[in-house]
Every structure is written in structure tokens, then in C-alpha cells.
């Protein structure tokens, strides 16, 4: 997702620095930015809408505002930050009180959180005004809607920048109060819970239920290989988190609690109810 967001922000003209803990993980997502960039261009020249060349002149300056790091070097100079770490409040807290101390003090901190609280995120800083949650969705460098979360704390003016920075980036900003789920993933597992119910019970293979989804054209992929791509710890986290704010109307999917047991978390693993 990082290298998704790097990618979006660097082909809307921003300057764009990619921080991991390890090189390893800056240089996929580096490989994300370009071989989404890549295809973009790729398309534009099937469709006769630039040519080979300039194709090759987008990627290259698109790439060449995306620089890779480990450290916090150059951090002090930015203005929008934000952080795609896995979705554990202790590891939010952990980034989010190393970005308070590196950042200067007008700067935005923005989480892509998709479920967790902004105010509960924003304690871990001096800044809480200045503490916006910055949802996107996958794949972040197609889907256009990003939802900008205001904790407690959050500023008026926070908000208005991150929804202005998110229509700068090409994106479709909803503004919402915190609560759980946001919009679309309150409304996203309100109806994928009717699905994960119905397999639960039926015992209709996953794959006959994705591919009527996708034939009827609702939505662009089933219910099961979107968790397997979007991360199916990451979904049942979100489903049970769900369940406990909204009661039994939303499900929770046993055979996907049992492939996250089993360390079998959809494609980032390699296998989930797909193998990848």
C-alpha cells in the first residue's frame, strides 16, 4: 500500500519520501511505484493517447520524485505525512511519536488506519489538532475515493488541508466524524458479512460466490478475493471490531478466523482462499 500511495502522489507532481524499517521493504515498495506507473503509461500508448516517448519521460520524472529511505533524513522539510503501517494501535503510537519529534510543527499527520481511532492515535504526539486519519483503498493507484477521518482533536483546518491535498492527488475526499468502520468499510462489511454468513451455511465454494459477484458486475471482485488481496487478517480484524460496535448483524467468517490462524493471510502470504 505504501508504494501504492508513493506512486499517487508522485504522479500528481508531489515530492514523495518512501520510509521503511528496511531496504528490503523500500525497494518493493519503490518496485510497486514503478510498475504502477508503468502500466498507466503503458495503457495511454495502447489507446493512442501519448506516444512511446513521452510515455518514458512520464515514468522516468514520476520515479524520480520518489526517493527511498530507512532513516528520517529529510523529514524535518516535509508537510503531509502518511503512515501505512499494519493496523496495531502499539505500532501507530510507536510511528506516530517518532513523526512528532522529526517533523516540523506545522506538518499534517495523517494514518491510513481503516478502522482504528484518529484520537487514540493522536495521544501519541503533541500535535492531536494536527492528526487526521487518510484512508485510501486498494489498489490506492485506481480507486479514487479516500476518506478523511477527524478524531476528537483534529482540527477544522486539518481536515479542510488533508480533503484540499486529497483532491491535489486526484482523489474524491468523503469527510467523516470517527466512529467505526468510517463509511465504507461500515458499509462494506454490513453487506460482505451477508455473503460470509450465506458460505458459513451453504458450503457454496468462495469461488462460485466471487465469480457471481463478478458477472453480475456489483462490485469489481467477490467478497473473498478482496479480503485475500486487502489482507485477511487485516479483514477479520475489521469484521470483529465491527461486530462489537454493531452486534450479530455483522459477520464474522470461520473459515477465514482458521486461515489466519494458520498464517495463511491472502496474497501478501502467498495463499489465503486463492493461492497467489
Given at each position: 500500500?505504501?508504494?501504492?500511495?508513493?506512486?499517487?502522489?508522485?504522479?500528481?507532481d508531489v515530492p514523495v519520501v518512501l520510509k521503511d524499517v528496511d531496504q528490503k521493504f523500500v525497494d518493493a515498495g519503490l518496485?510497486?511505484?514503478?510498475?504502477?506507473?508503468?502500466?498507466?503509461?503503458?495503457?495511454?500508448?495502447?489507446?493512442?493517447?501519448?506516444?512511446?516517448?513521452?510515455?518514458?519521460?512520464?515514468?522516468?520524472?514520476?520515479?524520480?520524485?520518489?526517493?527511498?529511505?530507512?532513516?528520517?533524513?529529510?523529514?524535518?522539510?516535509?508537510?503531509?505525512?502518511?503512515?501505512?503501517?499494519?493496523?496495531?494501535?502499539?505500532i501507530k503510537h510507536a510511528v506516530f511519536a517518532e513523526l512528532d519529534a522529526v517533523t516540523p510543527g506545522h506538518a499534517i499527520?495523517?494514518?491510513?488506519?481503516?478502522?482504528?481511532?484518529?484520537?487514540?492515535?493522536?495521544?501519541?504526539?503533541?500535535?492531536?489538532?494536527?492528526?487526521?486519519?487518510?484512508?485510501?483503498?486498494?489498489?490506492?493507484?485506481?480507486?479514487?475515493?479516500?476518506?478523511?477521518?477527524?478524531?476528537?482533536?483534529?482540527?477544522?483546518?486539518?481536515?479542510?488541508?488533508?480533503?484540499?491535498?486529497?483532491?491535489?492527488?486526484?482523489?474524491?475526499?468523503?469527510?467523516?466524524?470517527?466512529?467505526?468502520?468510517?463509511?465504507?468499510?461500515?458499509?462494506?462489511?454490513?453487506?460482505?458479512?451477508?455473503?460470509?454468513?450465506?458460505?458459513?451455511?451453504?458450503?457454496?465454494?468462495?469461488?462460485?460466490?466471487?465469480?457471481?459477484?463478478?458477472?453480475?458486475?456489483?462490485?469489481?471482485?467477490?467478497?473473498?478475493?478482496?479480503?485475500?488481496?486487502?489482507?485477511?487478517?487485516?479483514?477479520?480484524?475489521?469484521?470483529?471490531?465491527?461486530?462489537?460496535?454493531?452486534?450479530?448483524?455483522?459477520?464474522?467468517?470461520?473459515?477465514?478466523?482458521?486461515?489466519?490462524?494458520?498464517?495463511?493471510?491472502?496474497?501478501?502470504?502467498?495463499?489465503?482462499?486463492y493461492e497467489h
Amino acid at each position: 500500500m505504501g508504494g501504492e500511495i508513493a506512486q499517487v502522489l508522485a504522479a500528481a507532481d508531489v515530492p514523495v519520501v518512501l520510509k521503511d524499517v528496511d531496504q528490503k521493504f523500500v525497494d518493493a515498495g519503490l518496485d510497486k511505484a514503478r510498475e504502477v506507473t508503468e502500466k498507466q503509461n503503458q495503457r495511454l500508448v495502447e489507446k493512442e493517447k501519448i506516444t512511446a516517448e513521452t510515455a518514458d519521460e512520464n515514468i522516468a520524472h514520476t520515479l524520480g520524485l520518489i526517493t527511498g529511505t530507512t532513516g528520517y533524513d529529510g523529514f524535518g522539510e516535509l508537510d503531509f505525512v502518511i503512515e501505512a503501517v499494519p493496523e496495531r494501535m502499539e505500532i501507530k503510537h510507536a510511528v506516530f511519536a517518532e513523526l512528532d519529534a522529526v517533523t516540523p510543527g506545522h506538518a499534517i499527520l495523517a494514518s491510513n488506519t481503516s478502522g482504528l481511532s484518529i484520537t487514540e492515535i493522536g495521544d501519541a504526539t503533541e500535535r492531536p489538532d494536527k492528526v487526521v486519519g487518510f484512508h485510501f483503498f486498494w489498489p490506492a493507484s485506481f480507486m479514487r475515493l479516500v476518506e478523511v477521518i477527524e478524531g476528537e482533536d483534529t482540527s477544522p483546518e486539518t481536515a479542510q488541508a488533508a480533503a484540499n491535498f486529497a483532491q491535489q492527488i486526484k482523489k474524491m475526499p468523503i469527510r467523516c466524524g470517527e466512529c467505526p468502520g468510517f463509511v465504507v468499510n461500515r458499509i462494506l462489511i454490513s453487506m460482505a458479512s451477508e455473503f460470509w454468513r450465506y458460505q458459513d451455511e451453504s458450503g457454496v465454494p468462495v469461488e462460485v460466490i466471487d465469480q457471481a459477484i463478478a458477472d453480475s458486475k456489483v462490485a469489481p471482485m467477490g467478497p473473498f478475493r478482496l479480503a485475500d488481496m486487502t489482507g485477511l487478517d487485516t479483514t477479520v480484524k475489521v469484521a470483529k471490531d465491527m461486530r462489537e460496535a454493531y452486534g450479530e448483524r455483522m459477520y464474522v467468517h470461520r473459515r477465514m478466523e482458521e486461515l489466519v490462524e494458520q498464517g495463511h493471510l491472502g496474497a501478501k502470504s502467498g495463499r489465503g482462499f486463492y493461492e497467489h
